[in-house]
């Protein structure tokens, strides 16, 4: 789950070291240091341009590595332990937000956390004659697995974050 932070960190870092290994070389007129430099910066742009070309041509294996996430993310979803408590509150938030039940299975994602008493997947009293709901176990809820609706958006932004990172690359060069 902390992967991606870890990655930010780590790349952080290293744009920090090549800054300062520009700012000095600069500064003392070293040309090993400024190659270093250099070299260090083309090889970010390659590694950026592999990356976007990787992930427009391979959008399908994008498309089952998400869903190999969300099913591990089905397992939180279905903690009775309170390990997981706070990211079941933030996705019963993001359920009300998005007008949205589960990840993948609908309530069924949520086992056991699933009670009729309890407010998880429910629709608004307003919207329980819409399209968005139907009934389940004696309460209206939201159709929709939220899963689709984070693939749309991903698909929906997709040709926005290439255009970004393409856009730096060019910028890069």
């Known amino acids: 789950m902390f992967a991606g932070v870890n990655l930010l960190i780590a790349v952080g870092a290293i744009i920090m070291i ?3 290994l520009g700012c000095c070389g600069a500064a003392k007129e070293s040309r090993c240091m400024l ?3 250099f070299v260090a910066l083309l090889l970010i742009l390659i590694i950026q341009i592999i990356g976007g070309i990787l992930g427009a041509v391979n959008k399908s294996k994008v498309e ?12 939180s979803l279905q903690s009775t332990t309170g390990e997981h408590k706070e990211y ?3 996705f ?3 359920e009300r937000k998005y007008k949205c039940c589960g990840l993948t299975n609908g309530p069924k994602d949520w086992g056991e956390n ?3 008493s309890s407010n998880i997947c429910q ?3 307003e919207e329980q004659s819409s399209d968005l709901c139907t009934k389940y176990q004696s309460k209206y809820i939201y159709k929709k697995p939220c899963g689709e609706v984070i693939m749309q958006q991903i698909k929906d932004n997709l040709v926005i974050i290439m255009g970004i990172a393409f856009g730096l690359a060019a910028v890069e060069v």
Do not use: H, I, N
């Open 18 to 20: 090549l800054g300062f």
């Open 35 to 37: 190659m270093l430099f």
């Open 64 to 75: 089952s590595a998400f869903e190999l996430a969300l099913s591990t993310m089905v397992d």
């Open 88 to 90: 079941q509150e933030e």
């Open 92 to 94: 019963q938030q993001f």
């Open 114 to 116: 699933f009670k009729p």
């Open 123 to 125: 629709c608004e009293p």
